[in-house]
T-cell receptor, first 115, second 112 residues
Framework: GAVVSQHPSWVICKSGTSVKIECRSL??????MFWYRQFPKQSLMLMAT?????????EQGVEKDKFLINHASLTLSTLTVTSAHPEDSSFYIC???????????FGDGTRLSIL | SQQGEEDPQALSIQEGENATMNCSYK?????LQWYRQNSGRGLVHLIL???NEREKHSGRLRVTLDTSKKSSSLLITASRAADTASYFC????????????WGLGTSLAVNP
């Protein structure tokens, strides 16, 4: 159980494009979802915490107008990287946790490459 | 966010040997969790130990927690080549049950 699906797994696009990444909890209700960014050989950097039906809480230094997060249902959160530039290229990972369980369940990540 | 520390940063061992990774954290915690990440993939939750527990086992995994030293260790016994991955600890802060503070990770290579 506790499967999280993240889509797409790989995106290559031109500078200035907006890219949407979806994160779905397939078999449980995720009241909270997290969006992370990870650089090569480094740890996870939390970007924002998303609670269903409310505005996301962004970490210091993360531009909310650049990284739009929507968590409209208990099974879906989306991250949109608006007007992406090469410096936005990274590995983005989502995770979800249920109201009861503490562990976070992770998607397989999205590798974003901006040309 | 404030990150925890892990050591070693990298560990290379032979199959069959045990691997020990250590993690330190800075704040009061509700629990401490260990995750595994294969290259280019998401993370997989391995084990959670609560702040009132001192040791926990799951298969070949053994986790200890010393709240007085604000440290935890993960022991993988009888390692296999398939255990090759990065391992991260993450602490769940007291009073904040959702957000995790992540360690920097240990890269484990198990050689056949």
């Amino acid at each position: 159980g506790a499967v999280v699906s993240q889509h797409p797994s790989w995106v290559i696009c031109k500078s200035g494009t907006s890219v949407k990444i979806e994160c779905r909890s397939l078999d449980f209700q995720a009241t909270t979802m997290f969006w992370y960014r990870q650089f090569p050989k480094q740890s996870l950097m939390l970007m924002a915490t998303s609670n269903e039906g409310s505005k996301a809480t962004y970490e210091q230094g993360v531009e909310k107008d650049k990284f739009l997060i929507n968590h409209a249902s208990l099974t879906l959160s989306t991250l949109t990287v608006t007007s992406a530039h090469p410096e936005d290229s990274s590995f983005y990972i989502c995770s979800a946790s249920s109201p009861v369980e503490q562990p976070q369940h992770f998607g397989d990540g999205t590798r974003l490459s901006i040309l | 966010s404030q990150q925890g520390e892990e050591d070693p940063q990298a560990l290379s061992i032979q199959e069959g040997e045990n691997a020990t990774m250590n993690c330190s954290y800075k704040t009061s915690i509700n629990n401490l969790q260990w995750y595994r990440q294969n290259s280019g993939r998401g993370l997989v939750h391995l084990i959670l130990i609560r702040s009132n527990e001192r040791e926990k086992h799951s298969g070949r995994l053994r986790v200890t927690l010393d709240t007085s030293k604000k440290s935890s260790s993960l022991l993988i016994t009888a390692s296999r080549a398939a255990d090759t991955a990065s391992y991260f600890c993450a602490s769940g802060e007291a009073g904040n049950n959702r957000k995790l503070i992540w360690g920097l990770g240990t890269s484990l290579a198990v050689n056949p």
